[in-house]
């Protein structure tokens, strides 16, 4: 049918209203699309920018260096030395790591089990994280790796700095040591530093490294690399180095710590020796000791199973941990109880035919036929057992407890240390919270000469004799200064112990020393201008039966060595204007005045000297000996001081 002109009309209008409708959609997409072009070329350059770069632009952290650790003259006890390496990282060998590792094999020679073991590790681990194959490489094999990248996708060549301590076990307890990061530390610390993320980053576990790790863990750097479709890289971009962590510098002597270490030789033991004017450590040294470095290279399973099961405990700082029963090193604690509380004067007698009878029970002196009529100077010149089990009966254990807390005993003194332990200096109150019973009669004269519950570490032994020698509050100090910046140390107060008190115990030191009767006689200093002021103690680690005493005290030197007493010595110097105090503890050594008195007043003397300890200052008869031991030594001679940056 044909149409008519209006119909032909009409729907030529209805085509020419969609037509316009449709251009008009039209256009108006195109100008949507070109106003969005717009700003996203010029609105949001930057951000789009960005958001490309992130496909092509890595950014790799930097690990800083870790910050040196210095004596007292400037010496590093702890540095960082050069150490090649090798990483990979999984996203960027393309996933599959083992064909890498492979031909990775030929230029570092990697046993099948060790490549298993990484593949292990790498499928546990993100694909972008970097792991390290190996590590303290020759030039050459890191070389020949760097010449070979390209063929080694994903692997990286690395030159980095370790850890390393140039004075190996010297101050191996002090200083602790630095190991790989762990899931354990990670979970320790609410919100980690990226840095402690990296491949095998070395933080501090123990000891200074460890309580001052965010001192010296410094702050990283990061460098911006441009890579490939397949993740590897092209070009380095732009590279802004860390911050160092911070020079920390110790109280510390390097060649008085070599010396302690030396001279107390194979001995379980631990020597404490105290500035008495600023509480400055100048030595704190546990024997034996381990080589730290063995720790960050990683340190083999035999190796560590032998610290482990040696019966001389090296892995122990037995300065600040080991807690020991004071033996009579504590008689001055108890005759100052006394003397404070006025229960006697200098001149109280006690008369000591050989034990004390309480009850039923005999406490012996150690003087089996008895010092006879005894005062206080007396007591301590020879160490006379009676005097205080009278003086404890009169005088009781909370006074006492008291006086040993005001000079450091069963404190915990504040040191940048591992474990630093409490000790014991018990009273009423102790006992019946530790162990619900009440205070015995008996407890009090075992505590009286150091004994029973009494516990005391080499450390705490030092400040007492420092505060005793000084009549002031001195508190140990380790840290001398942070970059550069020295550390503030708050001046001690005036102890609350009248100048009398203290006045007689240091006269009883002094006869301890010098006097014809004195129990260190032996180890006395001759030099008048260097005066040595001490006392001698040794500790029963076992009980002696009745039986065993009728018939005669079986000799240490009869006994198993874990089954010997403890020898201890404690002394300061000079004795009219002290500088150094000196404690020792040699376990299961013996007695104190044969063991311990000699090897303590050797390292008081190096003190003192600044140096190997003068023949004339010990008595003739000991003199070769003294000159043969030092020759047999391997003395550290310090270097002339680096200087260490400072941000003061």
């Known amino acids: 049918m044909k149409k008519s002109q209006r119909e032909i009309i009409d729907s030529t209008r209805q085509i020419t209203r969609r037509g316009l409708m449709l251009a008009g959609i039209q256009i108006a997409t195109v100008t949507t699309l070109a106003l969005k072009m717009r700003s996203m070329q010029l609105d949001h350059a930057e951000e789009y920018r960005t958001l490309a770069d992130g496909n092509s632009i890595k950014i790799r952290l930097l690990p800083p260096s870790r910050g040196l650790i210095l004596d007292r003259n400037g010496i590093i006890i702890a540095g960082n030395e050069q150490n090649?390496?090798?990483?990979?990282?999984?996203?960027?060998?393309?996933?599959?790591?083992?064909?890498?590792?492979?031909?990775?094999?030929?230029?570092?020679?990697?046993?099948?089990?060790?490549?298993?073991?990484?593949?292990?590790?790498?499928?546990?681990?993100?694909?972008?994280?970097?792991?390290?194959?190996?590590?303290?490489?020759?030039?050459?094999?890191?070389?020949?790796?760097?010449?070979?990248?390209?063929?080694?996708?994903?692997?990286?060549?690395?030159?980095?700095?370790?850890?390393?301590?140039?004075?190996?076990?010297?101050?191996?307890?002090?200083?602790?040591?630095?190991?790989?990061?762990?899931?354990?530390?990670?979970?320790?610390?609410?919100?980690?530093?990226?840095?402690?993320?990296?491949?095998?980053?070395?933080?501090?576990?123990?000891?200074?490294?460890?309580?001052?790790?965010?001192?010296?863990?410094g702050?990283?750097?990061?460098?911006?690399?441009?890579?490939?479709?397949?993740?590897?890289?092209?070009?380095?971009?732009?590279?802004?180095?860390?911050?160092?962590?911070?020079?920390?510098?110790?109280t510390l002597d390097a060649a008085l710590q070599n010396y302690a270490a030396q001279r107390m030789g194979s001995e379980s033991a631990a020597a404490v020796v105290m500035d008495c004017q600023t509480g400055d450590l100048v030595s704190i040294c546990s024997s034996p000791s381990f080589d730290p470095n063995k720790f960050v290279r990683g340190i083999s399973s035999p190796e560590y199973r032998a610290l482990m099961d040696h019966d001389h405990r090296p892995l122990a700082d037995k300065t600040v941990q080991g807690v020991y029963p004071p033996g009579s090193t504590f008689k001055m604690v108890t005759l100052m109880a006394g003397l404070e509380s006025g229960v006697i004067d200098a001149g109280t007698n006690f008369y000591c035919p050989g034990y004390t009878t309480l009850g039923n029970r005999r406490f012996h002196c150690w003087s089996r036929g008895g010092h006879g009529s005894v005062n206080a100077i007396k007591s301590l010149e020879e160490s006379c057992d009676v005097y205080f089990y009278e003086l404890a009966q009169r005088v009781g254990i909370d006074r006492i407890a008291i006086m040993a807390r005001k000079l450091g005993l069963g404190v915990r003194h504040d040191l940048p240390m591992s474990a630093v332990a409490e000790g014991i200096a018990p009273d009423r109150a102790w006992k019946q919270a530790r162990y619900g019973e009440s205070w015995q009669v008996g407890d009090s004269l075992n505590a009286s000469i150091g004994q029973g519950y009494v516990l005391a570490s080499p450390l705490q032994l030092a400040v007492m004799t420092a505060r005793i020698a000084s009549g002031r509050a001195i508190a140990p100090q380790l840290i001398r200064s942070i970059d550069g910046v020295r550390q503030p140390v708050p001046e001690a107060a005036v102890l609350d112990i009248s100048e009398s008190s203290l006045r007689v115990a240091r006269l009883g030191m002094d006869a301890v020393m010098n006097s014809a009767r004195g129990t260190a006689r032996r180890a006395r200093i001759l030099r008048e201008d260097w005066r040595m002021a001490g006392k001698t103690g040794t500790s029963q680690v076992r009980n002696i039966t009745v039986a065993e005493r009728a018939r005669g005290v079986i000799s240490n030197d009869q006994l198993p060595w874990a089954r010997r007493d403890h020898a201890l010595f404690v002394a300061y110097a000079p004795y009219d204007a002290p500088k150094y105090a000196v404690s020792l503890v040699v376990e299961h050594g013996g007695g104190g005045s044969a063991v311990a008195a000699p090897v303590a007043r050797d390292i008081l003397l190096f003190a003192l000297n600044g140096g190997v300890p003068p023949l004339d200052a010990v008595p003739s008869d000991q003199r070769d000996a003294m000159e043969e031991r030092h020759q047999a030594m391997q003395l550290y001679t310090p270097e002339a001081p680096r200087p260490g940056r400072s941000r003061a």
């Open 219 to 250: 702050k990283a750097g990061a460098r911006r690399v441009e890579v490939n479709s397949a993740g590897r890289e092209m070009r380095q971009l732009s590279r802004q180095q860390g911050e160092q962590g911070a020079t920390v510098q110790l």
């Open 84 to 217: 090649y390496r090798v990483t990979l990282t999984r996203e960027e060998a393309g996933g599959d790591v083992e064909p890498v590792l492979r031909r990775l094999s030929y230029l570092i020679p990697t046993t099948e089990d060790r490549i298993a073991e990484l593949v292990d590790e790498f499928s546990r681990r993100s694909a972008i994280t970097p792991i390290v194959l190996a590590d303290r490489l020759s030039w050459e094999q890191f070389s020949a790796i760097a010449v070979n990248a390209p063929s080694l996708p994903g692997v990286t060549p690395e030159s980095a700095l370790s850890r390393a301590y140039p004075r190996a076990g010297d101050f191996a307890h002090v200083m602790g040591y630095v190991g790989p990061v762990s899931d354990y530390d990670l979970s320790r610390i609410e919100d980690p530093d990226p840095v402690l993320r990296l491949p095998d980053f070395q933080l501090g576990k123990i000891g200074v490294e460890g309580r001052l790790e965010t001192v010296l863990r």
